[in-house]
């Protein structure tokens, strides 16, 4: 069998578990208009179901169940790479708001999270207090309440590295 390698490859749109499915023609079978527009925010927050995290989720039993946001980024942008997400930016997790949402790699994802430790402004006073004091990174780890491997990390450019 022969495999066209130019031919364009079709969007895997992922769902909330392990099957993918590549046909973006299946879009359309999903009701994405079920929200109300908060009108302070901007936001348009599902009215569907919310997934136990409280991101907006669409489907079936049967067809597997989807995020919301992505779908809608999917439908009125375009597909999306393995490894990028569609952001909230509006920190809502049931807003499916295209103008809210914005395209981050995983790591980008995880940074801008409710759990990070750190950002990009403490990031740069980590290297810079490095830099100038040699400041043992146990030490640095403990002021910033992070592990003295991760400052090592950081400070070492393996993790958190600019442009990324």
């Keep these: 069998m022969m495999v066209d390698v130019d031919a364009p490859t079709q969007p895997v749109l992922r769902y909330h578990g392990n099957r993918s499915f590549r046909d973006p023609g299946d879009l359309s079978k999903y009701n994405l208009s079920r929200y109300r527009v908060d009108p302070v925010t901007g936001c348009h927050v599902w009215l569907g179901a919310l997934h136990e995290k409280g991101y907006a989720i669409v489907g079936t039993n049967r067809s597997g169940t989807f995020r919301a946001a992505r779908l809608v980024y999917m439908r009125d942008v375009g597909p999306l790479e393995p ?3 569609p952001d909230h930016t509006c920190r809502n997790r049931a807003c499916i708001n295209r103008a809210h949402l ?3 790699t995983n790591a ?11 950002n990009w402004k403490k990031l740069r006073a980590i290297r ?3 830099a100038k004091k040699k400041t043992p990174f146990r030490k ?3 002021k910033h ?3 003295g491997p991760c400052i090592s990390n950081i400070v070492n450019n393996k993790r958190w590295i600019e442009g990324t």
């Design 83 to 85: 490894g990028e997400y």
């Design 102 to 104: 914005e395209r981050v």
């Design 140 to 142: 640095l780890g403990k």
């Design 128 to 130: 810079a207090e490095y």
């Design 145 to 147: 309440g992070v592990s």
């Design 108 to 118: 980008e994802n995880t940074r801008r999270g409710a759990k990070a430790k750190l």
